[in-house]
């Protein structure tokens, strides 16, 4: 009913209203820093830590036609990207460790094009995280993701690892980084401005109910350090970061 009663009131104001501001270029990226090393590939854009050897962020827009494709994942393996000038994970590293290979940008938003798809398999954009979340929650929340972007059209996505205490510790030969928890930040526009919603999800085997692990943008700004969607007006970012609205994103208490 409140989802029903939003999208009501987006209605009335859109029919009220122009046309909604076409949105600034490089909306999905973060302020970028001096110790980022940036890799930019056709479907996302990596900050690739070479001491951690995991992401620092993977960012990404995703419109409704992406959700929709007919690349195939079959047969692809998780490598090294050989143009990369840096120490990279390795397979080896993950091999009998107990962590997956959890994808950042998940390869079922690139099912558009098939090159995109095989570049989600570098290790530019994968953390090894607990099978139980890859598979279940953490998932349900990717899949959730793709809903939005053909619900609204498109997304801004940032979403990445949280080393935290580092309290699993390193994996491999090479000590590739373990992750405490994960974090992915959303973007929408509406008739309005801008929707944000954040989420934390522990690396554990614990269920996260996405009402429950939901967090707005400042939280999760000060929780990483980071600034997550610059490229918005200040006036917007301000009020799309400020709090968060479940109705908008169709999240209720029956996950």
Not at 2 to 22: F, T
Not at 97 to 124: C, I, L, N, R, V
Not at 141 to 149: G, T
Request: net charge negative; charged share 25%; proline share 4%.
């Amino acid at each position: 009913m409140k989802r029903i009663l939003y999208l009501a009131a987006v209605l009335l104001c859109a029919s009220a209203c122009l046309e909604m501001a076409p949105a600034p270029a490089g909306l999905e990226l973060p302020a970028v820093t001096a110790q980022d090393r940036v890799v930019q590939y056709q479907g996302y854009t990596s900050s690739y830590n070479t001491k951690t050897l995991i992401p620092n962020w993977v960012a990404y827009e995703l419109t409704e036609e992406e959700t929709y494709g007919d690349a195939s994942r079959e047969n692809l393996n998780f490598s090294m990207d050989i143009h990369f000038k840096g120490k990279q994970a390795m397979r080896e590293d993950y091999a009998g460790s107990g962590w997956t290979k959890g994808h950042m940008a998940p390869a079922g938003d690139f099912f558009w094009s098939q090159d995109a798809m095989e570049e989600t398999f570098y290790f530019m954009n994968v953390c090894p995280q607990r099978e139980e979340l890859n598979s279940k929650d953490w998932q349900y929340l990717e899949k959730k993701v793709r809903r939005w972007a053909r619900d609204f059209g498109r997304v801004w996505i940032i979403t990445g690892p949280i080393v935290g205490e580092n309290r699993y510790g390193t994996i491999g030969e090479n000590h590739v980084v373990v992750p405490d928890a994960f974090f992915k930040a959303v973007l929408a526009q509406d008739a309005f401005g801008y929707q944000a919603i954040g989420f934390v999800m522990q690396n554990d085997n614990n269920r996260y109910y996405l009402e429950k692990c939901a967090v707005s943008i400042d939280e999760l700004e000060e929780l990483l350090g980071m600034d997550l969607f610059p490229a918005l007006p200040d006036g917007l970012e301000d009020a799309a970061e400020a709090d968060y609205n479940l109705a908008f994103w169709d999240i209720d208490y029956k996950h």
